[in-house]
């Protein structure tokens, strides 16, 4: 694993982390704007989903066939999300394509045309999209999970609001993009194969613009309620849960981490035995740990039949709760690999790098090595994920039902 | 890119194939086994995802929580599927921890315990995924496409038929698993960081059982319908598509590949700039080669709302036959870099190349190097791909929609 982290920051603000990657050709890189759900005013959730779109179409002096042409002519396999902090868009290249990749995310992100008519058509699709979560039960109860579970706005939907998507104009819309495309909380991104020397020069040649004023937080609500139920009439129940742990920023967030994995990851994993493998309950289940900057989370999915939905529950809340009550030398070793394991697989992918490095940049103001990573991992023992588990005794829990039938989620 | 293909045949037939990967830590293996759906006599379509659950619950001395305590005891990140011609299975991991992750595999593949309680819960979790497609209609749609437009047993449900699998027994799939586990028609393959002269001698050693005659394909019969309608309530329709094309190895693959690049694939290929940027038809749209060893086509899936339903497919259907009107230099040029810069990304990632490289053994009996597959993309042009389309005419469509409002397939 590689130990080099490259580092550099524009006058502006702007962050660029790199990590070099050995014997690959290509290389991946990404933005991340401070403009994800929860940091726009009330009354605009989904806003980040149009501008995602709408900044592509057309940028600089192209128009959106030229600049999709020009994108295109480069090889770029483009990624691009929504989070609740962040837009994040990149690409991963050819390596040789970078700095001709580069010149149009400066354009895209500074200077999108933002044409009314591609407005309408950008609002128009991410209104089709909310819509079309009604025929995705699994990842629309992940959204509300989440959405009841953090403290307004931290859980605001990442897809949109069906209301708040019509009420949205080109220029409200224009305003947001001018608002929190702010340079001095962005954070570029680059793993792979490049020139270090190279990308921070040609970084601060394109984005030396004056960074804003920083991009004020909303002040923290209130958590939605303890259980949700959206009746639909499908053959299935989906549900969502989630339960408070410690950030990702916390002494004890290795300890979560690895608790986690004992519930689930593998075919040994608590979850997988006795709620699958054992009592044949779920066909699909699965927890992982959920870290904002803010507040944190254990998220759990289960897909289930209506007839199972309510022994389903129980046995995961179950498994959750007993997870205090002991853990095995076996389990945490097995867990420990299981990590380690993913974090080679990882260290492997330029896209997984750029994708974690900008992350941990925002999260912890630095980028964590792998092998830091590894280390704290196999720090951890039973005794220190027993006492994190006791210290941090899971106390209520956040479930969503998509589904023909309510659960009741039985009182601790 | 490695030109290195490491290659063995035991003498029972089985192939062993390889692609050493330069500095990484990580290595992928998988096993193709000739128990994919459409080899499987009629009447048990299904009896590939019990199987794939069932030989996993407890194998050689171990029962199902000790095989699975063992196999995350190696930080294997599990993979397996069912396909038409055959079931995969395999795993990405740690080099260090391959050759114990070997022993345990060909527990898994030639001593499965298959305890009939087992059975019965593997049974029941492929019956539920089986209803979970109810509130997955694209995943549905596309496996219905494709059951439709394949000569059957082609095309049969990977995921399998509720009725079918409830006249599964434990004993009829035992009988599966003893006839269609034939050594002499399996394929091993292995990419990334590994030493091919002690896997091919673990391998020798482990699979040296005889291999028993081929599994015989059934005679194919009729294809299904040109258009089959699902009714559902959602808010959305989803449109699949397919249209008969060349198979892998006709000498017109890599013409039919740009063709299908020049479509779907980029920012700037037909179907994203028609469909979807310019009219907003569909929030999600895409196309792709699908090819069987006995018979391909190219597959297309739109998602909008019942009210765009007849507009998109018209005008997807549009496209496909506007094609072989003619594609420009730039379009050949973009959907060149467009595949090679895939091909980049996928040499880079040891999953990928041993799934490409057993994959290619059945499909080719030898593996393609990435720079054999580079260079004949490379050869393709304008005139070869144009000669292509005008010789190999889409002549008819299959179409499936799953939604709340039939369409009309407009007759050619």
């Known amino acids: 694993m590689t130990e080099r982290v490259d580092k550099h920051i524009l006058k502006n603000g702007m962050v660029l982390v790199g990590e070099p990657m050995e014997a690959v050709e290509s290389v991946a890189f990404g933005f991340m704007l401070p403009a994800g759900a929860a940091r726009l005013a009330e009354g605009c959730c989904g806003a980040g989903s149009v501008i995602c779109d709408w900044i592509f179409r057309g940028a600089g002096e192209r128009d959106s066939r030229q600049l999709g042409d020009a994108l295109d002519g480069l090889g770029l396999h483009r990624a691009g999300s929504v989070g609740s902090s962040h837009i994040s868009i990149g690409s991963a290249l050819e390596a040789e394509n970078l700095a001709d990749a580069l010149d149009l995310y400066a354009d895209i992100i500074l200077r999108p045309q933002l044409k009314k008519d591609q407005f309408e058509l950008a609002r128009q699709l991410a209104i089709d999209s909310v819509h079309s979560l009604d025929d995705d039960p699994r990842q629309k109860v992940m959204l509300k999970v989440r959405e009841q579970f953090y403290p307004s706005p931290l859980g605001r939907s990442t897809v949109g609001d069906i209301e708040e998507l019509k009420a949205l104009t080109a220029e409200s819309t224009r305003r947001i993009i001018k608002e929190n495309f702010n340079l001095s909380e962005a954070i570029f991104a680059v793993a792979g194969k490049y020139d270090f020397d190279a990308v921070a020069a040609q970084i601060e040649k394109l984005f030396e613009a004056d960074g804003e004023k920083p991009v004020e937080s909303a002040p923290l609500g209130a958590k939605g309620g303890a259980y949700t139920h959206l009746n639909n009439d499908g053959a299935q129940v989906h549900i969502g849960l989630m339960t408070e742990t410690v950030k990702p920023t916390d002494e004890d967030y290795y300890n979560a981490r690895l608790a986690v994995s004992v519930l689930s990851g593998g075919m040994s994993t608590r979850l997988f035995t006795e709620v699958r493998e054992k009592r044949g309950l779920c066909y699909a289940i699965g927890a992982r740990y959920h870290g904002l900057k803010e507040s944190a989370g254990i998220m759990c999915y289960a897909g289930t039949t209506p007839e199972k939905g309510q022994e389903t529950l129980d046995c995961v809340i179950g498994e959750f709760d007993r997870l205090s009550e002991g853990v095995s030398e076996e389990e945490i070793q097995r867990?420990?690999?299981?990590?380690?394991?993913?974090?080679?697989?990882?260290?492997?992918?330029?896209?997984?790098?750029?994708?974690?490095?900008?992350?941990?940049?925002?999260?912890?103001?630095?980028?964590?090595?792998?092998?830091?990573?590894?280390?704290?991992?196999?720090?951890?023992?039973?005794?220190?994920?027993?006492?994190?588990?006791?210290?941090?005794?899971?106390?209520?829990?956040?479930?969503?039902?998509?589904?023909?039938?309510?659960?009741?989620?039985k009182k601790l």
């Open 335 to 409: 867990a420990k690999v299981g990590l380690k394991s993913a974090l080679i697989l990882q260290s492997e992918s330029s896209s997984s790098r750029a994708g974690g490095i900008a992350s941990d940049y925002y999260m912890y103001g630095r980028v964590r090595s792998l092998d830091e990573i590894k280390n704290k991992v196999e720090e951890t023992s039973v005794d220190s994920v027993l006492k994190f588990l006791r210290n941090n005794k899971f106390e209520d829990y956040t479930v969503v039902t998509i589904g023909p039938k309510e659960v009741a989620v």
